[in-house]
């Protein structure tokens, strides 16, 4: 008769498909299986696993709104939007760009590209420095974004400002600013 191997945990960042919760919390599984030694074990878990959770579940119900009613993604509507009230008509570096919006830069060289097969933005090359390519908000693109920013507005108050009250998203809000300071040392 073989002995039972002793079985393994998950790393805490592994997380088993099996539930056996009638109501799935999907933090609370990832946090059990973090070791009692790590910081992610407890309240510190629950918090950066749903942070993670929240933020997944947001974008996902807010770019398939977008979707849905202008044939937009977030990332596009993020793009144009920043664009749209950049100084210099509209127009930044890509590296700028990049820098201002929270998706990685090599998505942000397909977001324009798609834009730019719309006819939303254009690349425009930098006089001076051959290196440095610009990309700029066409009139069509401003259009877009003055169409989506109710669905984007109507989306945000409902997922995420309406179920919490004022002093929880001022909370928030707080909480944000201190970790963005926190990151910067």
Request: hydrophobic fraction near 40%; include cysteine.
């Given at each position: 008769m073989?002995?039972?191997?002793?079985?393994?945990?998950l790393p805490c960042h592994v997380v088993s498909t099996e539930?056996?919760?009638?109501?799935p919390r999907p933090t609370a599984e990832i946090v059990e299986a973090c070791p009692t030694s790590s910081p992610l074990s407890g309240p510190g878990g629950e918090a950066w696993f749903g942070l993670l959770h929240t933020h997944a579940a947001l974008v996902r119900?807010?770019?398939?709104?977008?979707?849905?009613?202008?044939?937009?993604?977030?990332?596009?509507?993020?793009?144009?939007?920043?664009?749209a009230t950049a100084p210099n008509d509209g127009s930044l570096s890509v590296t700028d760009l990049a820098r201002q919006v929270v998706i990685?830069?090599?998505?942000?060289?397909?977001v324009v590209d798609e834009l730019g097969r719309g006819g939303y933005?254009?690349?425009?090359?930098?006089?001076?420095?051959?290196?440095?390519?610009?990309?700029a908000i066409t009139d069509a693109g401003r259009e877009l974004v003055a169409e989506c920013s109710s669905t984007f507005?109507?989306?945000?108050?409902?997922?995420?400002?309406?179920?919490?009250?004022?002093?929880?998203?001022?909370?928030?809000?707080?909480?944000?600013?201190?970790?963005?300071a926190a990151s910067r040392d």
């Open positions: 073989r002995a039972h191997a002793q079985e393994t945990p539930t056996n919760t009638a109501t119900k807010i770019d398939a709104e977008l979707a849905a009613r202008h044939r937009i993604s977030l990332s596009a509507f993020e793009l144009l939007g920043r664009l990685s830069p090599s998505r942000v060289s397909r933005v254009e690349r425009r090359a930098c006089s001076t420095d051959a290196r440095v390519s610009y990309v507005d109507e989306a945000i108050a409902r997922h995420f400002l309406e179920p919490l009250s004022d002093e929880e998203v001022a909370q928030l809000g707080a909480i944000w600013d201190k970790l963005l």
